[in-house]
């Protein structure tokens, strides 16, 4: 398996705004919120221009680097949770008789519709059930979106769940198609800078 690209390469320090935090570790705020009830609901949001130290200390002064510490090690956390690319492209190919990779689209069903990946399932809670009610939980199960924003909180779902083989598409379908398979057409949201 290639090593992940996940490796993050940015200093996460007090004067680090909010916004850029959560760019550069997509599951600070699900961390933050878990240990912390931070920014989880209006009466403990923050600003995207607030900086972390701010945000610590208008909250019970809590400890800088006890939560930077936490961040990174929840963020190690969750770069285990990712599959490559690539490495989900070998596995689609390499499968055999019932152990292909389960794939689940986040996406809307407008984009679903236009391209997904191959004999991936639209997520539903419908499917969901399914999947709890009769699905084998050491089947590779991944979960994908559009740039792989959304899918780190659905997969800690299932592994929560007891799902232990539960994966998030890194980038989503645009890294796949750009990494994997140019095949896979690649398209830009209407809201997307």
């Known amino acids: 398996m290639a090593p992940s690209k996940a490796k993050n390469e940015f200093e996460l320090n007090g004067d680090s705004e909010m916004a ?12 933050l919120f878990a240990r912390y009830h931070i920014g989880g609901c209006q009466s403990c949001s923050y600003r995207d221009d607030e900086t972390l130290a701010d945000v ?10 006890e939560v930077i510490a936490h961040i990174e090690s929840s963020h190690a956390e969750d770069v285990k949770m990712l599959i490559e690319p690539i490495d989900l492209k070998e596995q689609i190919e390499n499968a055999t008789n ?13 984009e679903h519709e236009a391209v997904a990946l ?6 539903s ?8 009610g009769n699905e084998n939980k050491e089947r590779l199960i991944v979960l994908y979106d559009h740039t792989g924003g959304n899918c780190l909180d659905q ?4 592994l929560g769940h007891g799902f232990k083989n539960t994966k998030a598409l890194r980038g989503g379908i645009d890294a796949y198609a750009l990494e994997a398979d140019s095949t896979v057409a690649r398209y830009k949201l209407e809201f997307e800078d």
């Open 155 to 158: 997969a800690a779902y299932l």
């Open 98 to 110: 019932g152990d292909a990779p389960r794939l689940l689209d986040l996406r809307t069903r407008e």
């Open 56 to 65: 610590c200390t208008r909250n019970e002064d809590i400890s800088l680097a």
């Open 118 to 123: 191959p004999n991936a399932e639209l997520f």
């Open 20 to 31: 850029a935090i959560l760019a550069a570790f997509p599951g600070a705020k699900r961390a």
């Open 125 to 132: 809670n419908d499917l969901l059930q399914s999947i709890f």
